[in-house]
């Protein structure tokens, strides 16, 4: 069976990105009921056919999430998203609340049973399974547990609503949190925001003293930010993940940048092909790492899969990541006969050599390098700020998408 790559988008740049890099499918959500509502831009029901159509140019599966707790009052929203994203060909569903699952089937959508639900054990595969065909597996998971729990599948032959065996999905790579697998409350406890109704603070990845609240004597520790974890990265042993029966594998990422799901998207393809044709090595693994570590991360470690029983949590606030992109401006005009874009450079000054990016909602990702800086009287050693200048592009940009440099941290 073909081991799947799927990619959070939380934007049409990142749809763009995401598809162009080679994901097999995508994930994201819609309005405010799914788990990154606070932190990705999200897209709107009429957003859905447009998503499809593009997915399917690229021969690439939908994937919606509607994966928060649902009350009452939220069940005719609840019912009327399905009815649409059932209307549009939405492939799947994610979702773990019994009212999303019951609906979803009624409409005949296909279901991913979400994280949330923490599945870990055989009972609970059977018990999801006349709802759903794919089970995202829960995060605490050891890689000796997922292969039994894979074996077990087998061996009891429980399919899901489509009469195949359930399939296994497992987060391969992104953001991990202190709660592993959800159902946090520290956010909702301080700031009156749920995290479990994809409205998280995050307020776990600040840093943090302990205190002696009667004595007043501040502990020392290890590390300040003692509640944010690292970010999952299984790259250097993802043929051991797919030799444990996972056959999607899952990057986490709905609130970064479309940089960030191009290069995440591209090293787990290639991780996978390299599995596929037995040409997996430690030299691969190094030349990945370099390029995951380039974009947004809080370091890097391997999860509980290895068999740890506590995280390995981040030094400092924010990202880890030896590159980062700088707002130039925005481009002016695209001169397609030419192949040639126009900016302002609205920040600092342009020099040629300059490594960029360009992104925007019909554009998607554009990489490149800046060779020469045109202005009105030809070449320029550089373009001064606030002037505009041209450059070329090997493909189409766009009136207003947005053009970054990309620095060394």
Known sequence: MKVEITAPVGSFESLHAALESGADSVYFGVGKLNMRSGSAVNFQADDLSQIVKFCRNYGAKAWLALNTVIFDN????????????????????????IAVLEKARELGLNVHLSTQSNITNIEAVRFFSRWADVMVLSREMNLEQVKNLSIAIGEKNICGPAGQL?????????????????KCYLSLDNTNSSANRGACTQICRRPYRVTDLEGGVELVVDNKYIMSPKDLC????????????????KIEGRGRPPEYVS?????????????????FSEKMVENWMSRLEKVYNRGFWEGYYMGKKIGEWSTKHGSSATERREFIGKITNYFSNLGVAEAKAETDKVLPGTKITITGSSTGLYEGIIDEIHLDKGVEPFAPKGRLFAFKVDRVVRRGDKLFRIVEV
């Open 166 to 182: 359930v399939r296994l999905e497992a987060f391969a790579h992104g953001a991990l949190c202190m709660a592993v697998s959800g």
């Open 263 to 279: 290069a995440v998207v591209k090293v787990y393809s290639e991780a996978v092909q390299a599995v596929a044709n037995a040409t």
């Open 74 to 97: 939220e069940l005719e929203e609840v019912n009327s998203l399905l009815s649409v994203a059932a209307q549009s060909g939405i492939d799947a569903v994610i979702a773990t609340d």
């Open 234 to 249: 299984t790259v250097g042993f993802v043929d051991k993940l797919i030799d444990a029966g996972v056959s999607i594998l």
